[in-house]
């Protein structure tokens, strides 16, 4: 079984400017997250996906984050534009079910010089 | 609001040396209770879960965490590590069902195993 595909692994970019991530999870997984991972923190989460809508995105800044769920499958995370602060990796995961397993992608490294 | 606390931001332990990492949790009420490991430049991967039951769990490589109501603690041990468990341990708790499945993640623990 495959497992959660992010790209790109690693990015850099200067601030103002605009990225995005992509994110493709296990097939079958209804619910899909992404956390962001600031340097010695733990993951936080920014939003959380149930199929195509929104569950949680309480977290998400929503003046230059946002994100999109297409066809309750691959996702996409855009920061436009990007802070210095927003240099973090960017984790996706998803869960089959409410259990709390999530499988995590390897992440997306972004560096906000 | 769930918080986790992970006291020791580093642990050093030569190999085949047992090891604690400790774990402790805000809520008063029930939650679920993972430890998940993080190799260089990797995802996190699970290496177990409390959902109910028995207090002691089992899982990968040779990891034990005990579920201790009381003090409200998940300590993750393991009776003799190796080089290759080097890694960043994080602990989570979540909401049970009801509580949408997110997990609130501790700041991490580096296990550094020395020969």
């Known amino acids: 079984e495959a497992g959660v595909a992010q790209s790109p692994r690693y990015k850099i970019i200067e601030k103002r400017q605009s990225v995005a991530f992509w994110c493709n999870p296990i097939?079958?997984?209804?619910?899909l997250y992404w956390y962001q991972q600031i340097l010695g923190q733990g993951p936080k989460l920014l939003i959380q996906?149930?199929?195509?809508?929104?569950?949680?995105d309480s977290q998400l800044p929503k003046d230059r984050f946002s994100a999109e769920r297409l066809k309750g499958v691959d996702s996409t995370l855009k920061i436009q534009p990007a802070k210095l602060e927003d240099s973090a990796v960017y984790l996706c995961a998803s869960s089959r079910g409410v259990s709390g397993e999530l499988f995590f992608g390897e992440g997306s490294r972004l560096t906000v010089l | 609001a769930q918080s986790v606390t992970q006291l020791d931001s580093q642990v050093p332990v030569f190999e085949e040396a047992p090891v604690e990492l400790r774990c402790n949790y805000s809520?008063?009420?029930?939650?679920?209770l993972f430890w998940y490991v993080q190799y260089p430049n990797q995802g996190l991967q699970l290496l177990l879960k409390?959902?109910?039951?028995?207090?002691l769990v089992k899982g990968i490589n040779g990891f034990e965490a005990e579920f201790n109501k009381s003090q409200t603690s998940f300590h993750l041990r393991k009776p003799s590590v190796h080089i290759s468990d080097t890694a960043e341990y994080f602990c989570?708790?979540?909401?049970?069902?009801?509580?949408?499945?997110?997990?609130?993640f501790g700041t991490g623990t580096q296990l550094k195993v020395e020969l």
């Open positions: 097939s079958g997984h209804a619910t």
């Open positions: 989570a708790v979540s909401d049970p069902p009801g509580g949408g499945n997110k997990l609130t």
């Open positions: 409390y959902l109910s039951g028995s207090t």
């Open positions: 996906f149930q199929n195509n809508g929104v569950v949680d």
């Open positions: 809520s008063s009420v029930s939650v679920y």
